[in-house]
């Protein structure tokens, strides 16, 4: 399966997620902030971030604008997971090319298919 690394400051929803992933034979990996999230990514980018918009140190849309800017993980496949509700953030992220919007509360079928589209959009050889 997918080495997945999830980018999310809230302890209980982590765990849920990781839960979720790895029961489906995910390998997990976790950041707590933008700043080490996107570190994770540089050193060794995984097949699939999941990343709330809302973490410590850069917001969410500046991580995604460092991973499109980069040659390294222009395609690397994010799915959002986040609080924000409105338009405005969906717009945004959306034109900055994520994989996937979801907002929170995640239904666990919901997840996994957002999670196999993201892997499906990976290029060929990654």
Same mark, same amino acid.
């Given at each position: 399966?997918?080495?997945?690394?999830?980018?999310?400051?809230d302890t209980t929803f982590l765990g849920l997620l990781r839960a979720h992933?790895?029961?489906?034979?995910?390998?997990?990996?976790?950041?707590?902030?933008?700043?080490?999230?996107?570190?994770?990514?540089?050193?060794? @980018?995984?097949?699939?971030?999941?990343?709330?918009?809302?973490? @410590?140190?850069?917001?969410?849309?500046?991580?995604?604008?460092?991973?499109?800017?980069?040659?390294?993980?222009?395609?690397? @496949?994010?799915?959002? *997971?986040? &609080?924000?509700?409105?338009?405005?953030?969906?717009?945004?992220?959306?034109? *900055? &090319?994520?994989?996937?919007?979801?907002?929170?509360?995640?239904?666990?079928?919901?997840?996994?298919?957002?999670?196999?589209? &993201?892997?499906?959009?990976?290029? @060929?050889?990654?």
């Amino acid at each position: 399966m997918a080495r997945i690394l999830v980018i999310e400051d809230d302890t209980t929803f982590l765990g849920l997620l990781r839960a979720h992933l790895s029961g489906v034979g995910h390998t997990v990996e976790t950041a707590e902030d933008a700043a080490l999230g996107l570190r994770a990514i540089v050193a060794d @980018p995984p097949d699939l971030v999941i990343l709330d918009l809302t973490v @410590p140190y850069l917001d969410g849309f500046e991580l995604l604008e460092a991973v499109r800017s980069d040659s390294m993980t222009r395609t690397l @496949p994010v799915v959002v *997971i986040t &609080g924000r509700t409105d338009d405005e953030s969906y717009m945004k992220a959306t034109k *900055i &090319g994520v994989n996937g919007y979801l907002t929170k509360p995640v239904e666990r079928g919901e997840l996994i298919k957002a999670i196999q589209e &993201g892997l499906k959009a990976r290029r @060929p050889g990654r």
